[in-house]
């Protein structure tokens, strides 16, 4: 099962302010900052990684929080809500956070027999924490204020906005390995099982639906998982097998990603698991330096001066 697609490996997205999205992601959501480093091809900009306590695939949710880009809005040819999988009994402890915190969100809802809340971060992202059927056995990252009992596992689920689903849903089942769940409405929902979790995509039929601007509060790519580079490489045989255009590798310090858009306007990326967050920082103190690509290393005075402080 490890020569396939091994679910969600990390999902990037847009900010119009660092601090902001710092600030939100750590202290309400309680996530770790894993990585602290630039954007590859505008080293100007942070490039954010929050996770769990080692960055595992599956957990990774990255920004790019572009200073004062301006509001995006979501569309049909994006990913427009990432899940994170939560415990059970504890979305009365998320709403009593949200609420103190004045983060938008919905009152508790059913999808797929599975009990949900949607909220938004402060550029307008849609997020949603999940209980799933399963338990999520995951070891969490707890914070002061979010303990171990409350708080999210990981990605339980990222949904994708298409005005037709077929030719995406060929991508999932017949390159990645994924299967159809269920559906229920417009809402068709794709599982793998080479993991028990991070393991769903749902794709969202809206036939007549309008395409979004990648702005703040947008999604920017999906990645998926392998294990390492051979298995990459294969699959991007097969991703070319069906005629569809396909990046070289690409180095990515803490992974190697090839990315193509799948035939519904999405970026999908393909990242491997190595080499890991632990390359260039021991565990106890990742995302605490800012870390440069080699390419970037001779401009770390220049940027630690423009680069906004977080803290």
Avoid at 83 to 88: A, D, F, I, Q, T
Wanted: proline share 4%; charged share 25%; glycine share 10%.
């Amino acid at each position: 099962m490890e020569n396939n697609i091994l679910g969600l490996h990390h999902i990037t997205a847009i900010a119009g302010n660092a601090q902001q999205n710092f600030s939100f992601y750590t202290d309400v959501l309680g996530l770790r900052l894993v990585k602290k480093t630039v954007n590859f091809d505008d080293p100007g900009t942070y490039h954010l990684y929050y996770g769990d306590e080692t960055g595992a695939a599956g957990t990774i949710l990255t920004f790019f929080p572009w200073e004062g880009i301006g509001q995006g809005t979501e569309g049909v040819g994006m990913a427009t809500e990432i899940g994170y999988s939560v415990p059970e009994g504890s979305l009365d402890f998320w709403t009593n956070r949200f609420t103190e915190n004045k983060v938008s969100f919905t009152l508790a809802s059913e999808r797929f027999g599975e009990t949900f809340i949607s909220f938004k971060d402060p550029d307008g992202l849609s997020l949603s924490l999940i209980i799933p059927k399963n338990a999520d056995g995951r070891k969490p990252w707890e914070t002061e204020s979010v303990k171990k009992e409350n708080a999210t596992r990981g990605f339980h689920s990222t949904t994708l906005s298409l005005q037709k689903i077929d030719d995406t849903a060929k991508v999932l089942t017949d390159i990645f390995g994924y299967r159809l769940l269920g559906q229920e409405g417009n809402r068709y929902r794709f599982i793998t099982d080479t993991v028990e979790h991070s393991a769903i995509v749902d794709l969202l039929e809206l036939p007549d639906g309008k395409r979004g601007r990648n702005a703040a509060g947008t999604n920017h790519h999906v990645a998926f998982r392998v294990k390492n580079e051979e298995i990459q490489m294969e699959m991007r045989e097969k991703i070319l097998s069906k005629n569809l255009q396909i990046t070289p590798q690409i180095d990515r310090d803490y992974f190697f990603s090839l990315y193509f858009r799948e035939p519904g306007g999405v970026l999908f990326e393909i990242a491997t698991d190595n080499p890991g967050f632990t390359v260039d920082e021991p565990l106890n103190e990742l995302g605490t330096h800012l870390m440069l690509p080699h390419q970037h290393a001779h401009l770390r005075e220049d940027l630690e001066k423009i680069l906004p402080k977080l803290g």
